[in-house]
């Protein structure tokens, strides 16, 4: 999202003019480069109120373009995900955009995959499957791929739940979340977590929320 700035009663109508040419051939260059970009010429709103309502709707970049800028060729950048902000090149700003969207996917991939990594656990017997699912954990568990076995593991997860001492404890389910690609090793080498008959795969089970 293209913003912009300065535009102050010390502005003169050609300078406002140049300001929003420029932001139309920047939003011009960056669609070409196939970002989806849009300017927001509101004049109704502040720069503060387009900043906060665009975060809201999740914009990953906003860029504060103003009369210095054009004259400095430079764009301030601001990221979502951390609130950092950065000067951008206008002669190279696809460029620049496009390199700052990678690292943002790849922080946030990165970040995610932490909190999952940290959150995923793995279990062979039915006494701890609910207690680790109730520390807020997805569970890994050799499992039969039977659809009974599932509708009974989340039936009895649910009320192993309701049964906890504490009365925050969630009271749903777990449900199946998917086989993952990488195995934790040869699931058939032990029994179904959920019905004790032979496992055929590690599965991933957790609740939603």
């Not at 999202?1 to 009663?9: A, D, F, K, S, Y």
């Not at 109730?134 to 009320?159: F, G, H, L, Y």
Request: hydrophobic share 35%; charged share 30%; glycine share 6%.
């Amino acid at each position: 999202m293209i913003i912009p700035v300065g535009i102050t009663n010390q502005l003169t109508a050609e300078g406002k003019k140049n300001l929003y040419d420029a932001a139309a051939k920047y939003e011009g260059e960056l669609k070409k480069a196939g970002v989806r970009v849009k300017v927001d010429y509101r004049e109704n709103y502040t720069p503060g109120w387009k900043f906060n309502h665009w975060e809201v709707k999740g914009v990953p970049v906003r860029l504060e373009l103003g009369p210095k800028d054009l004259e400095k060729g430079a764009v301030v950048a601001c990221r979502r995900d951390t609130l950092e902000k950065t000067s951008l090149a206008l002669a190279t700003l696809p460029a620049e955009v496009d390199g700052l969207l990678e690292r943002i996917q790849a922080a946030m991939y990165a970040k995610a995959k932490k909190e999952r990594d940290e959150h995923l656990k793995i279990v062979y017997k039915w006494d701890e499957f609910v207690p680790v699912l109730n520390s807020k954990n997805i569970v890994m568990i050799p499992w039969c791929q039977q659809t009974p076995c599932e509708d009974d593991i989340k039936d009895r997860s649910a009320k192993a739940s309701a049964e906890a001492v504490d009365e925050k404890a969630p009271s749903m389910g777990a449900k199946t979340l998917c086989i993952p690609f990488e195995q934790p090793g040869d699931a058939t080498q032990h029994t179904c977590v959920g019905c004790g008959k032979p496992a055929k795969s590690f599965t991933l089970f957790g609740r939603s929320y």
